[in-house]
Every structure is written in C-alpha cells, then in structure tokens.
Antibody
Framework: EVQLVESGGGLVQPGGSLRLSCAAS????????MSWVRQAPGKGLEWVSG????????YYADSVNGRFTISSDNSKNTLYLQMNSLRAEDTAVYYC???????????????WGQGTLVTVSS | DIVMTQSPDSLAVSLGERATINCKSS????????????LAWYQQKSGQPPKLLIY???TRESGVPDRFSGSGSGTDFTLTISSLQAEDVAVYYC????????FGQGTRLEIK
C-alpha cells in the first residue's frame, strides 16, 4: 500500500525558513516523480514544485522559484521541500503527491499525503 | 502558464441525476505526437486530500466508479457523473500537465 506522510509544518515568521519532509513507502520511490502541491485555507490547489525519480530534474512554480528548493533522498525514500524567505501568502496545507507514471517529468498524481500546515505570520 | 477555467463554480444536482462540470484551457493540451490530451480530474472531499479520478482526459483511475467519465479534446473538457450519489459531494478540479502544472479553480458539487 502506498503511503505518503508529510511532516515539518508549523508557524514561522515572515522571512523565515522551514523544511518539509515526506516519507514514502509502498512503491519504488526512485522510479516516480514527486511533487509538492499546496492549498491555502479555503482555496484551490496550487502545484509548487516537482522532482524526477532520479532527482536529476527539478521544476518550480514561478511563485516559489528562487525561494524554495525541492530534493529527494532515494536511500531514505524521502522527499523534501526547503522553504526560505517565507511570505504570508505561502500559508497553506502542503501535500506531497506521487506521479502515477514512470516518466521523468511531472504528469498527474495518483497518491497524496494528508498534508502538513504551514502558517506564515508574525 | 496555461490557465484552466472551470464552470460552474458551484453546482447543485438531485440524487440520481446527471452532473456536468466543464474545464477550459487557455491553450490546447493535446500533444500531437501521441494524440493524447494532458488533462486530469480530481475529487476532493472536505478535510481530505484530492483523489485522482480521470487522466489522459478520459481514462478512469482504477477503483473509480463507472458513473464518472471524462471527455473532450484540445481546450474543452467535461467531467460527467451519470447518476449522482450522496458520497459524490465534493470539490472537483481539473489539472493540465501539458506544460507547467496548473489546476482549475474548482467546482463545488452539492445535493439539491
């Protein structure tokens, strides 16, 4: 059974940093691209960042490019999101999501974690 | 980026009736080399993460009831629930993966 468990969310001041983790199990982690998708309170879904299964290719939304860094550790089956220079508008539930395909790019997501809440406020 | 626009924003349908949600992309998501539409649909129930329903515009994900179907090509797509059940109350999102991933704004489906 595929499981994705996010951690690392919390309250942080504007300008601060936070690192999210997503522990994956139940599938061959290195074969699938992974993404972070966020959802601001009461709002819709916004794709944030993605990484190929090998870790060799990374992708970012314009809204976070240069501030967030996605990475993965295939030996630990874990996905990360380093978030720097956080803003109030980054407040959201952050979901880890697994790509169904084994292509190197980001397609669509067949499994999602339960999410971790990031609140940026002074 | 490709902008995805769903209509309507909210919808109320009687139990057993058909529900139709539309999704329009600002540019075609049909990849000519493989004739595939890079379009997926998700269902999100209150307090839960999204669930994949449809991919490649019309391929139903394993385990999804066959009352859910997807259609369309190019820039115009539709998610149809043929006979609405109480458990289908949710927000539905379309997503394109032709280029940088973008989602529609969501359509809230309720029981009339």
């Amino acid at each position: 059974e595929v499981q994705l468990v996010e951690s690392g969310g919390g309250l942080v001041q504007p300008g601060g940093s936070l690192r999210l983790s997503c522990a994956a199990s139940g599938f061959t982690f290195s074969s699938h691209a992974m993404s972070w998708v966020r959802q601001a309170p009461g709002k819709g879904l916004e794709w944030v960042s993605g990484i190929s299964g090998s870790g060799g290719s990374t992708y970012y939304a314009d809204s976070v490019n240069g501030r967030f860094t996605i990475s993965s550790d295939n030996s630990k089956n874990t996905l990360y999101l380093q978030m720097n220079s956080l803003r109030a508008e980054d407040t959201a539930v952050y979901y880890c999501a697994k790509d169904q395909t084994v292509a190197g790019t980001i397609y669509y997501f067949d499994h999602w974690g339960q999410g971790t809440l990031v609140t940026v406020s002074s | 980026d490709i902008v995805m626009t769903q209509s309507p924003d909210s919808l109320a349908v009687s139990l057993g009736e058909r529900a139709t949600i539309n999704c329009k992309s600002s540019q075609s998501v049909l990849y000519s080399s493989n004739n595939k539409n890079y379009l997926a649909w998700y269902q999100q129930k209150s307090g839960q993460p999204p669930k994949l329903l449809i991919y490649w515009a019309s391929t139903r994900e394993s385990g999804v009831p066959d009352r859910f179907s997807g259609s369309g090509s190019g820039t115009d797509f539709t998610l149809t629930i043929s006979s609405l059940q109480a458990e289908d109350v949710a927000v539905y999102y379309c997503q394109q993966y032709y280029s940088t991933i973008t989602f529609g704004q969501g359509t809230r489906l309720e029981i009339k």
